[in-house]
């Protein structure tokens, strides 16, 4: 159960904190009920107001990686792929499936296998796949950085230093 003050990385909001539990009223409600008031990091002015009897709302509030359990995804990544697929609709349903999962070692492999296709020379990379790429990258930078406390442009160099690798996956 999330508590006040910690840090959560809440569906695509990134990471967030609990800025309070408390009991609100909005116009439209006809009663008072328990929210979570999240502040995300990157976004000073703006908060999440997320019901506390939503379960569904709530269980996409997840903690932060620790430092130990990042390690453990990129050794884990560097095991398991993500095959290419040809098909260009059915590879942007499957990578935006993905995405919308926010599972931080799929979003690592998907990043590798992008990566690599883009690399190769290949015909098939097109530029709806660079964009899945930046924005996989964007999300892994940001939860990676705050949970190592290095700076998002460091993630990359922190994910080759772990693979022992000289090209930049996710920078």
């Known amino acids: 159960m999330p508590v ?3 840090y959560v990385n809440y569906s695509s909001q990134g990471i967030c904190k609990i800025e309070d539990i408390c009991p ?24 999440i107001f997320v019901p506390a ?10 903690p932060v ?10 050794l ?3 095991d398991h792929s993500i095959p290419w697929i040809s098909d260009r609709k059915q590879r942007a349903v499957k990578f935006q499936s993905i995405l919308s999962r926010r599972d931080e070692c799929e979003l690592l492999q998907l ?7 883009s690399r190769d020379g ?5 530029s709806s796949d660079g964009q899945i790429l930046k924005k996989v990258e964007v999300i892994i930078a940001q939860e990676f950085a705050f949970s190592l406390n290095i700076d998002t442009q460091e993630v990359g160099a922190y994910i080759r230093e ?5 090209e930049s996956i996710s920078e």
């Open 4 to 6: 006040k003050n910690s």
């Open 24 to 47: 609100m009223k909005f116009s439209f409600d006809s009663c008072e009920r328990e929210y979570y008031i999240l502040q995300p990091i990157h976004q000073n002015n703006a908060r």
């Open 53 to 62: 009897e939503n379960q569904k709302l709530v269980e996409q509030m997840r």
């Open 65 to 74: 990686l620790s430092a130990e359990e990042i390690d453990r995804i990129i």
């Open 76 to 78: 884990d990544a560097k």
């Open 111 to 117: 990043a590798t296998c992008l990566y690599l296709k």
């Open 122 to 126: 290949a015909k098939g990379f097109c």
């Open 162 to 166: 772990k693979l022992n690798m000289q």
